[in-house]
């Protein structure tokens, strides 16, 4: 599968004369050159990502070694670049001291400083995932091993918090501080305020201009920011609103002396979602440089629309959910429950009690403040289909309270499934059969703490209804 994907391994292996395990350099020039070029860059001009200067390949040294063990693929970010590849995995076809030897030349070549490898650390990995088949999404990996933050252009960046209640950025100058701290990273990040909602964080600390002349600089924020530098006003993002509302991004433009230039950046958040980025560039330049922790990511398969149960209302989340089939609809209860349904197996595949929000944040790795741990509360209810071949997706219909009904169609009959939050983290759901005669036997999942039942054998006209319990 490696080699049909990637034939030029193959003319790379014959080609390459024996080796010692332990060289480094070469080994890398055999197994990771062809993507990651012999220069670290990336392959096919940057194409592939690179590992020069990556900040996967810093920190925590065990995250390279659960790449190479595993592979990678989904979206993920490299040196503020989006890419949305694989990388096969390489576990089965290199030996401990060779991931070693590799290791040790990517974490030191290129300017590269990241940390020794030893050989242990290569055998402790290599149990911690051995039933791993899948291989590894960057969000999974920044969850497991976060990444080290890298310097930003901000230096002597001190926040203060402040509480209240407000639907403006208010007069900060007017209210005193909760508390002052130093942001030594460089880096504006909501979390220093470890608070759900109204609040506001006003930072101050100097721009570093890399050379004289003109910035750009672009603000968003749910709910308001506003940016000065110098004490001029440069952006503003005006009131509550949310960073899924493209009109509000707000893009400045400011000449600036090579060197340090005051800046300060004002937020306040209302209820409900927090975030802020900010980014700027040299103005003739292309890419955008961000002070936020990461750049909205920009590939279509991550969710940008963080969502939220709103009014009790059930919202719907219709993109990429890890551990579920490709066609999987995802739904927010306002009881905090989540689930995923799968179109291709017709059947609820996931259920977790973190909040539905998080799915979204958890993808974009933008969440900010609280990201709880979704992936370890993730409980999988079936992942393959049991009704017969002749069952067919029939969409499924909402309520008024967004509550969904799934519709499948078999030969004559028709079965409709409908969900419903309950009391205390629980779901309830009403699973019918109409037409026919034959008695479907549905399994509910296998995990005793939240399911009623193995399954239920569902009768025409005979409605039964479970109730799953995720708390
Ligand atoms: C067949 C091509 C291919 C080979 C061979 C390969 N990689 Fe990768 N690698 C990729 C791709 C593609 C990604 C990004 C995957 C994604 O988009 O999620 C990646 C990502 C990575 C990353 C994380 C992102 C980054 O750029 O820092 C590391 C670290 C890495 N590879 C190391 C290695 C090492 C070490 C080897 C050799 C043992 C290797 N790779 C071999 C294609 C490859």
Known sequence: MLLRRYPFLLSLALLAPPLHAQDGEQLYGLYCAACHAPDGKGATGGAFPPLAGSEWVHGNPKRSVAIILKGIHGPIEVGGKSYNLEMPPQGDALGDDQIVAILNFVHKAWGNKGQEVKRDLVQVARDEFASRTKPWTAPELMELFPLEKQPTALANLTSRVYKGQWVQTPDFSKIEAENVEEEHHGIIDLSIAALKQDFGIVWEGDFMAPADGEYEFQLDADDGARLLLNGHPVAEVK?????????????????????????????????????????WKIASAQQWQWLTPQAPLKSPSVPTIPLLPKDGR????????????????????????????????LA???????????????????????????????????????????????????????NPTFNVKMENQLLSDFWTPGENGTLIRTLSLTGGSSVLEIPLGDNPQVTPAKSVSLAPGKPVTVTYKLR
């Open 239 to 279: 009131g509550l609103g949310s960073m899924a509302n493209k009109q509000r991004i707000s893009e400045g433009k400011v000449t600036l002396k090579a060197g340090a230039n005051p800046i300060r950046i004002e937020y306040f958040q209302g209820k409900g979602i927090q975030d802020i980025s900010l980014g």
């Open 314 to 345: 059930t919202v719907i989340y219709r993109n990429f959910i890890e551990g579920s089939s490709p066609r999987a609809i995802g739904f927010g209860f306002p009881s905090g429950v989540s689930m995923a349904y799968s179109a291709d197996n």
């Open 348 to 402: 609820p595949e996931l259920l977790w009690a973190d909040g539905f929000i998080d799915a979204g944040r958890h993808w974009t790795n933008r969440g900010q403040g609280f990201q709880p741990p979704m992936a370890a509360n993730v409980i999988t209810l079936s992942n393959q289909r049991f009704l017969p071949p002749s069952a067919r997706f029939k969409g499924y219909t909402l309520d008024p309270k967004g």
